[in-house]
Every structure is written in structure tokens, then in C-alpha cells.
């Protein structure tokens, strides 16, 4: 018999990214439209455990489209990853009357909405994180956003490295996953790019392309380097005494997570929340809404926490090829 779903929760979990206040207001007007009352939990699973929420509605999400961060703040609980802080979970959800909750985040926000599913409650996923490194979509919300920030400051740097004649390291984000820092690289004409999911070795894919690139005339480096990989003042260390050029270090940190998200990521996150109440609507629960090949998915949500992403590798024939002619 079909479930109906009469008043549901909305959270967002983990590393904020930009675009999941797009998410947020998807869900909570698709919920209005389909007379489903909406609940907002703030700081995620531990605004769960502590029942901090706030009541939506179609004119509480006036105005957040355009804007990065997260609405409804966002935490990491070490709490609830003990079946004692679950339950106390669980009990909110009771108390608040939660036929259901959407879950906006990553790999660690499913595994906390799973918890939540095998205690009884129905959840549905929407992948939102600057990484896109979960196996089960295509994109992940957030992803533009960054790349499109890492390229405007590295850009910016361009700008610097030519006027002095320097080599610049700069450090992009992305967690253990390497499509950020290709991503970014081939935009940007890097050099060179060293991401975690490809072993390389530093003669080869550092010194010599820097070497060739001097040798067709350049006399600034770009080299972009994912957070995974390592130190980079180690790997500014080696480029010193390899080639002898004295390379400037930028981390570009946190600032890749913030400002208004772009015009794929608003537009992803809306038909991603618009579906995962949909889904709810129609009686489905317990998956993660992606996309595939541009089309929107639903997944369950066990099946997908399985799936694996393996970077494209022939981004970077691309990258090599347009090397030959920096």
C-alpha cells in the first residue's frame, strides 16, 4: 500500500557546497505544491539529535537561490555515528511527527541517512559536494561552482606568474579525488596537474613539462595540484631544486565552498529537489536522486553507497596535447 507522505524534514550535512541552498528551496516548494508540510533540520544530523528546526514554507526560501552556503547551516556529528545518538535521531523525527527526510550532502551524509532508513525512517539523498567523487551520479551539486572559483583565482595568479616570470603551485581541493584539480587544470592550461587516483612520477610530469614548456618559449608555470596528493611546499621544495626557479605556493582552501552558485549548479539542484519529493510524493523512498548522462536517476540508497567513480584518464591525453604547445 502506498505510503503517504504528509510532513517531511530537510537537512544538509557535511561540507557545505554552493547550490544546496537551491536544493533546499526545490524541496521545500515542491513539498507545498504537493501539500506536504516541510520541516527544516539545522546543522544537520546533530540538529537531528537536538531537535533544532524551523518550519517551512514557500516564502522561508525567498531569496536563497542565488546564494552559497547553506540556509540551514551544516555539521558534522560524531554523536550521531552511535546507535545511541541515531535513536535519539529517530526520536526527534517521532516527535516532529517526520514521515520522512531528504538528506543533502555526500558519502557521509548517505551513510547517516541509511542509519535513519534501517531505523524505520524513510530517506531520500541529494548529492551535493564540491568533490563530485560519489560513484552513484554523474555531478554532484557544487561542482561548477568550485571549478568555475578555482578558475577565476588561478587566473588571477596567471596574471602575476607572467609579469615576474614564476612558476605558481596551487592547491585545489577535492578531498582523496582528483576531477576538481583535471577539471580546473585543462581549463586553465596547466602545466601541469597531479591528482591522487594516477601515480606520477615527478621527473617525468613535472621537471620535463616544465622543461618543454620553457623550451617553447614560456617563462611562467602553472602547476595545479589536488589536496590528496601531498605537501605541496614538498612538491614547490623539489621544483626549486630540480629546475632551479623559486615557485610561489597558493591553497586556495575554502574559498573554492563559497559564493553564488552557477547557473548548472542552481538549475541541478532544483530538478534534484523537485524529484527527491517527488519521489516521496509518489511513495518511493530510501534512494539517492542523481543524474545520468544529463537525465535524473533514482538510486537505492545501499546500491549506491557500493557504487564506485573512476576518474576520466583521458582528460589527460587532452591536458598532454595542449602542453605541446604552451
Keep these: ?39 527544516g533540520i539545522r546543522r544537520g544530523y546533530q540538529g537531528l539529535i537536538n531537535a533544532d528546526f524551523i518550519r517551512m514554507t514557500g516564502t522561508t526560501v525567498n531569496h536563497i537561490l542565488t546564494s552559497g552556503g547553506t540556509m540551514l ?8 555515528m552511535d546507535e545511541a545518538g541515531q535513536r535519539k535521531a529517530v526520536g526527534t523525527c517521532k516527535m516532529l511527527g517526520l514521515d520522512a527526510v531528504v538528506v543533502i550532502g555526500g558519502d557521509g551524509t548517505f551513510r547517516g541517512g541509511l542509519a ?39 587566473d588571477r595568479l596567471r596574471d602575476t606568474m607572467q609579469s615576474h616570470e614564476r612558476c605558481s603551485v596551487v592547491e585545489v581541493m577535492g578531498r582523496n579525488a582528483g576531477y576538481l584539480a583535471l577539471y580546473v587544470g585543462i581549463a586553465v592550461g596547466a602545466t601541469a596537474v597531479l591528482v591522487p587516483e594516477r601515480e606520477f612520477n615527478f621527473q617525468r610530469d613535472v621537471v620535463e613539462r616544465i622543461q618543454n614548456s620553457r623550451l617553447a618559449g614560456n ?5 595545479v595540484v589536488a589536496e590528496g596528493v601531498g605537501n605541496v611546499m614538498e612538491i614547490s621544495k623539489k621544483i626549486h631544486e630540480s629546475v632551479g626557479i623559486d615557485p610561489r605556493v597558493t591553497v586556495l582552501g575554502h574559498i573554492q565552498r563559497g559564493g553564488s552558485p552557477t547557473a548548472r ?4 539542484a ?22 545520468q548522462h544529463g537525465d535524473i536517476v533514482e538510486i537505492e540508497i545501499e546500491e549506491a553507497l557500493k557504487m564506485e567513480k573512476h576518474l576520466q584518464m583521458y582528460r589527460y591525453d587532452v591536458l598532454e596535447a595542449m602542453g605541446l604547445s604552451n
Aim: proline fraction near 3%; charged fraction near 20%.
Design 1 to 39: 500500500m502506498e505510503k503517504k507522505f504528509k510532513r517531511i524534514g530537510v537537512l544538509t550535512s557535511g561540507g557545505d557546497s554552493p547550490g544546496m541552498n537551491a536544493a533546499v528551496r526545490a524541496v521545500v516548494r515542491t513539498a507545498v505544491s504537493n501539500d506536504i508540510e516541510c520541516v
Design 73 to 80: 547551516y551544516t555539521a558534522r556529528s560524531d554523536e550521531f
Design 116 to 154: 535513519l532508513s534501517h531505523m524505520g525512517i524513510p530517506v531520500v539523498g541529494i548529492p551535493a559536494t564540491i568533490d563530485n567523487d560519489l560513484g552513484c551520479t554523474n555531478y554532484t551539486i557544487g561542482f561548477d561552482t568550485a571549478c568555475n572559483t578555482a578558475i577565476g583565482c588561478i
Design 219 to 223: 617563462t611562467h608555470f602553472m602547476i
Design 265 to 268: 549548479d542552481r538549475e541541478t
Design 270 to 291: 532544483t530538478r534534484m529537489g523537485y524529484y527527491a519529493v517527488k519521489a516521496l510524493a509518489e511513495g518511493r523512498s530510501n534512494c539517492i536522486i542523481g543524474t
